[in-house]
Every structure is written in C-alpha cells, then in structure tokens.
C-alpha cells in the first residue's frame, strides 16, 4: 500500500523556472489557489454538509433525507469514474465549476421540503443531479490539491484546503445554531436554509476566477505537468491504463469504500435519533471544528521530513486504525442502549442541558476527527503516487466513486430501517 512513486522532492537535473513577482506571483503562487479551491469546498460542499450533519438535513425524518443520500451516492458513485476523463479533456477549473452548480439545487431541495412536506420526490431528484455534480468537483479538486505541491508541502496542502472545506461546515452549523439556539423541536426553521444557499450561490464564481493548471509554477521551480488534452476514447482507455501501470492503488480500494460508510449512522441514526434540533446544530457545530483540527493535526505530521516517507505513511495507517476501533467500540456501547422503534422521530429528544449530553458530544467531536484524519490520508498516500495530473484526476476519480458506492449502500441500508 505504501509503495510510491516520485522522489521525496524533484532531482536536481529537472528543469526549474522563476516564480513571477509582485501581483501575478501572489496571484499564481500555490498556496493562493489552494486557498480559493478551498474556498469553492467551503461554500458548496461544505456548507451542504453542514446541513446533512444536522442529521436527515435537519428535518423530523431522516428518511426522505437518507433516500435522497442514497441517490446522490449512487450516481456519484458512477460518475466519478468517469469524471478524471471530463476533468482531462475540458479541464479542472471548467469541471470544478460545473461541479458547484449541483450544490446550490441540493440545499434549495431541503427548502422546498421544509415549505412542502410532500416535495419528497423533489428532494430525491435533487439528490440525483446533484450526484453528477459532486462526482465532477471532487474529482477536479483531488488532482489540483494533490498536482501543486511538493513532497515536503503535500500534508500541509491538504490540511489548507480541509481546514478552509470544513470552515464551510463550521459557518453553515454557526449559522443553524445561531436559528435554532432557542428552539427545543426536532427541525429547522426556512430562515437556515435561505442563509446556506445565499453563501453558496455565490461560491459558484470562485472557479472562474482560478488560475489555469498549466501556468502553475510550484514553490521549488518546477512546473506542474501540463495536463494531455486526449479525445475521449483514448481517455476512457486512461482509466485502463492507470490501473495497469500503478496496480497497488486497488489496495486501496476497501479503504476508499469504507471511507465515509459512517456518515449515515454518525448524522441520521446518531445525531438525529437522540438529539433535539439545538443540540443537533451544536453537535454539528464541534463535529466540524474536530475535523479542521484533525487534518491540520496529521497533515503537519505526514509533512515531517526527518521521517521516511514509507515511515510516515505506516504510522498516520496506524493513527486511523487506532481511532476507528476507538470510535466505533465507543458508538456501539451507546447503541446497544437505544433502537430505531425506542427514538421515533417525534420523540422527546436530549437536549444539551440534559444529563449526559457532554459524553455524547465528546464522542461525535472524534468522530469528526476520525473522518478528517482518514480522507488526508488518502489524499496523501495518493499523491505520492503519481505527480501526473492527469493520472492523479483518475486518482481522484477512483477514490471519490468507490467511497460513494460504500456511503450510498450505507444510507440506503438505513432509509429501509435495517438494525
């Protein structure tokens, strides 16, 4: 699993260029465009999931939310196989901009939900489409993250563009906690949803204004290997060809499809079945503080060049290891106390002043630690396994379709109310 390609930094003979100065040296420097990457994730995918991580998007029932999480996984599944292609031939600003365009529907779903109890095959729909364009922007946004830095930054750039993604989730949960600090019922007010769409809408701009890929010039000189502009067949036939020339990536496929299986127990039958809507929003508040620490916290220590890089990969494979036995032994001692039929939705909930709610919300801060520490892990081994972004956007693509392939047989498995 921890076999890699490149070296630890570039040789000394590959040809170096001069950075450009002043405006268009901020402009085109790395770190600038991780930053806006990071704030595309902040304000699409990540003010989404401060949604979803209220558990059932914030409604009574989880069901209709988890049908609809079943949908958008599935599709999602499919077409980030697909979407290191698209991302090949139109290229990565132009996919992550399409990609933002699902996001906006997804969150305008739950609205038109909360106003027509009975829009449930709209927010289904919803989820659908909106598969399409995760699938597209994740792929996008895996080969810029994992294409601009060098060996020595690539922890630190992954923990720049989680820290500003889950800042998305943190704002969005600020913003549902500041509607519904004062409510004590099971769901969320239109007023949390209109302020989610707004930020998100406008984060559908920032890849327009990204720079191209090609112009790149990374902080050690070398530029970032221009991305091939094939036709589609002879791209189609990449995703064949990367399988056949870095084989140990399926190595990491169970790990990919096991990566965000938790999702559907942590947010629906977690968070939603034992919380009423105040406690849920604070949950979902820390839940997303965790993860900005969590990231930042492993992606400093896989930067750590006094350590091998195999060395380094083995122990942060420990570190999540270690936390997913710890984790899930902690969730299941809660489960075993509670069923489906014991927390209906329109049950009394825990509120936070209640007796025993700080155990329970230490427990979902590490839960968002896990999550975060598991995907910059991935993201890492990956990128020290090709500095092709051509290679890496199909990188990305198997991650992304394979982990949503596991979370949608996850939510599917709870929308039909399997133990």
């Known amino acids: ?31 600038t ?14 003010l989404y999931n401060a949604m979803t991580g209220l558990g059932g998007g914030g409604q009574i029932s989880a069901t209709t939310s988890a049908n609809a999480n079943t949908a958008l996984y599935a599709i999602f599944a499919f077409f980030a196989f697909f979407a290191g292609s698209i991302t090949n031939v139109i290229g990565a600003r132009l996919t992550l901009f399409l990609g933002t365009t699902g996001y906006v529907l997804g969150l305008g779903s739950y609205l038109a939900l909360n106003i027509h109890p009975n829009a449930g095959w709209f927010l289904i729909t919803a989820g659908a489409i909106q598969g399409v364009c995760a699938g597209l922007l994740w792929t996008a946004q895996g080969s810029l993250m994992m294409s601009y830095p060098t060996d020595s930054q690539r922890g630190k750039f992954i923990g720049v563009i989680w820290t500003i993604y889950n800042l998305g989730g943190v704002v969005g949960a600020a913003v549902s906690l500041g509607e519904n600090i004062h409510m004590k019922t099971n769901s969320v007010g239109n007023g949390t949803y209109i302020a989610l769409i707004v930020l998100n809408a406008i984060g559908m701009v920032v890849p327009l204004l990204m720079a191209d890929p090609e112009k790149m010039i990374r902080t050690d000189g070398t530029k970032v290997t221009r991305t091939r502009q094939p036709t589609w067949r002879s791209e189609f036939y990449g995703l064949y060809h990367t399988l056949r020339t870095d084989p140990m990536v399926l190595l990491l496929f169970p790990m990919f499809f096991s990566s965000i299986w938790y999702y559907a127990w942590q947010f629906n039958d977690y968070n939603a079945a034992l919380f009423n809507i105040r406690a849920r929003a604070l ?5 997303w503080i ?18 091998s890089r195999r ?11 270690l936390l997913v036995f710890c984790v899930h032994i902690w969730g299941y001692i809660y489960q075993r106390q509670y069923t ?24 979902y801060i590490f839960c968002g630690a896990l999550d975060a520490i598991w995907q910059t892990v991935v993201y890492w081994v990956l990128g020290t396994m090709s500095d092709d972004p051509a290679k890496l956007a199909h990188f990305a693509g198997f991650y992304k379709g394979i982990q949503s392939a596991g979370v949608a ?7 039909v109310g399997v133990p």
């Open 311 to 321: 060395t380094r990969a083995f122990c942060g494979w420990v570190v999540v290891f």
């Open 290 to 307: 965790a993860q900005i620490l969590g990231s930042v916290g492993i992606g400093m220590f896989l930067d750590q060049q006094y350590l």
């Open 340 to 363: 489906r039929q014991s927390t209906p939705p329109d049950s009394v909930k825990m509120d936070i002043y209640d007796k025993g709610y700080p155990a329970k919300i230490i427990l």
């Open 283 to 287: 949950n979902n508040f820390v839940y």
């Open 33 to 46: 465009q991780m930053a806006m990457l990071g704030l595309v994730c902040f304000t699409c995918p990540g």
């Open 409 to 415: 047989i996850a939510f599917r498995a709870d929308a």
């Open 1 to 31: 699993m921890f076999v890699v390609g490149p070296t630890q930094e570039a040789p000394k003979d590959v040809q170096r260029y001069e950075r450009p100065k002043g405006i268009k040296g901020f402009y085109y420097n790395p770190y």
